[in-house]
């Protein structure tokens, strides 16, 4: 069965980086994007990006650019979230998700909260 | 961008009784590509409906979605306790993605 399993809480003080990781398993990682959706402390989902599993290449939702960095390590199904120069505004529980035949997020990663706080 | 409106906001309802969710789109949402999904608290979102109409798999005939263009309705026929939770749409038409603000679905 389709299992998308993240990494492990983060606490992280103000201008740190973090790297959450999402581990893929029961089909083949390269068929198919994964998206990345944040979701900060009593808010709604927002959708960050996704990255093409195939070639690499990551799309960047409007507002995560520059800090956010998608990536994969395609030789043990993993796709990767990198921030840097973390701010409390951070602060917020992200997802991993795989998409179905037309971009529904139909498998998701339990979630990483990352905490920014001095 | 397309911005999806989520109304009502809070839903009360009783155990069997019928929700109706409302989606709306500020454009058309390209080939129906709309999905909306249940998030209970602490849990990640579920997958319940895509492509406005389809049925994800294993999720019970009781939810329904209909709707086409820039209006989408989720419908539960009749509530069952482990339905109370918060109903997110998203459409994947345009990028980039974009969800509604949620709507919570509470027992009266």
């Known amino acids: 069965q389709v299992q998308l399993v993240q990494s492990g809480s983060e606490l992280k003080k103000p201008g740190a980086s973090v790297k959450v990781s999402c581990k893929a398993s029961?089909?083949?990682?390269?068929?198919?994007?994964m998206n990345w959706v944040r979701q900060a402390p009593g808010q709604g989902l927002e959708w960050m990006g996704w990255?093409?599993?195939?070639?690499?290449?990551?799309t960047y939702a409007q507002g995560f650019t520059g800090r956010f960095v998608f990536s994969l390590d395609t030789s043990v199904s993993t796709a990767y979230l990198q921030i840097s120069s973390l701010k409390a505004e951070d602060t917020a529980v992200y997802y991993c998700?795989?998409?179905?035949?037309?971009?529904?997020?139909?498998?998701w990663g339990q979630g990483t909260l990352v905490t920014v706080s001095s | 961008e397309i911005v999806l409106t989520q109304s009502p906001a809070t839903l009360s309802l009783s155990p069997g009784e019928r929700a109706t969710l409302s989606c709306g789109a500020s454009?058309?949402?390209?080939?129906?590509?709309l999905a909306w999904y249940q998030q209970k608290p602490g849990l990640a979102p579920r997958l319940l409906i895509y492509d406005a109409s389809s049925r994800a798999t294993g999720i019970p005939d009781r939810f329904s979605g209909s709707g086409s263009g820039t209006d989408f309705t989720l419908t539960i026929s009749r509530l069952e306790p482990e339905d109370f939770a918060v109903y997110y749409c998203q459409q994947y038409g345009s990028s980039p993605w974009t969800f509604g603000q949620g709507t919570k679905v509470e027992i009266k």
């Open positions: 029961g089909y083949t990682f390269t068929s198919y994007a």
């Open positions: 990255i093409n599993t195939n070639t690499g290449n990551p």
């Open positions: 454009q058309s949402v390209s080939s129906s590509y």
């Open positions: 998700a795989r998409d179905g035949a037309t971009g529904e997020l139909v498998y």
